[in-house]
T-cell receptor, first 115, second 115 residues
Framework: EPEVTQTPSHQVTQMGQEVILRCVPISNHLYFYWYRQILGQKVEFLVS????????KSEIFDDQFSVERPDGSNFTLKIRSTKLEDSAMYFC?????????????FGPGTRLTVT | AQKITQTQPGMFVQEKEAVTLDCTYDTSDPSYGLFWYKQPSSGEMIFLIY??????QNATEGRYSLNFQKARKSANLVISASQLGDSAMYFC????????????FGAGTRLTVKP
């Protein structure tokens, strides 16, 4: 069964450093998403991406964040200058369509630790 | 505004018994989708079940069923014949048609199945 993959599974970085989290969505999916989950808290929406542009973003997704689809398979989340509060699990998700009836398939997540 | 409410931070159930996890939601969108995800201790998000706002019947997937009461805006997950492997966090989520790019999650319920 096709699945969303994410690399790395765990990333440790120092405050102020740039990180890039990578995701490979399911191949025939057109909508891509990033979510984050601070330890012990709920999953929060960051950004959605369709047709090579951001379609929606939350208030969390400030200028420190950017997303890119550099080729036909990868979908990346970049944090320009990490802060301690960026420590969280980051989930990538993809969906065949953007309609409400279509589930989003989640990747296994990348645990980001900022020290 | 809180769109998804899960009022049970933790639940216990005896193995082989049924358990109901509560979820209420708030939307003015006439068309929306409701989802339940399971998050085991390993961290991944596993899709369990989906209910569309226009679906006449309650969704079922194996041991999972969704008790959908549209007028009360509730979408409770029922797990029958609980197994030890059901111990996990469970998240209720919603996607709205007119705000359909992201999935809004509740705070989650931690279910513990006792032998």
């Amino acid at each position: 069964e096709p699945e969303v993959t994410q690399t790395p599974s765990h990333q440790v970085t120092q405050m102020g450093q740039e990180v890039i989290l990578r995701c490979v969505p399911i191949s025939n999916h057109l909508y891509f998403y990033w979510y984050r989950q601070i330890l012990g808290q709920k999953v929060e929406f960051l950004v959605s991406f369709y047709n090579n542009e951001i379609s929606e973003k939350s208030e969390i997704f400030d200028d420190q964040f950017s997303v890119e689809r550099p080729d036909g398979s990868n979908f990346t989340l970049k944090i320009r200058s990490t802060k301690l509060e960026d420590s969280a699990m980051y989930f990538c998700a993809s969906s065949e369509e953007g309609r409400a009836s279509y589930e989003q398939y989640f990747g296994p997540g990348t645990r980001l630790t900022v020290t | 505004a809180q769109k998804i409410t899960q009022t049970q931070p933790g639940m216990f159930v005896q193995e082989k018994e049924a358990v109901t996890l509560d979820c209420t939601y708030d939307t003015s969108d006439p068309s929306y989708g409701l989802f339940w995800y399971k998050q085991p201790s390993s961290g991944e998000m596993i899709f369990l079940i989906y209910q569309g706002s226009y679906d006449q019947q309650n969704a079922t997937e194996g041991r999972y069923s969704l008790n959908f009461q549209k007028a009360r805006k509730s979408a409770n997950l029922v797990i029958s014949a609980s197994q030890l492997g059901d111990s996990a966090m469970y998240f209720c989520a919603m996607r709205e048609v007119y705000n359909n790019n992201d999935m809004r999650f509740g705070a989650g319920t931690r279910l513990t199945v006792k032998p």
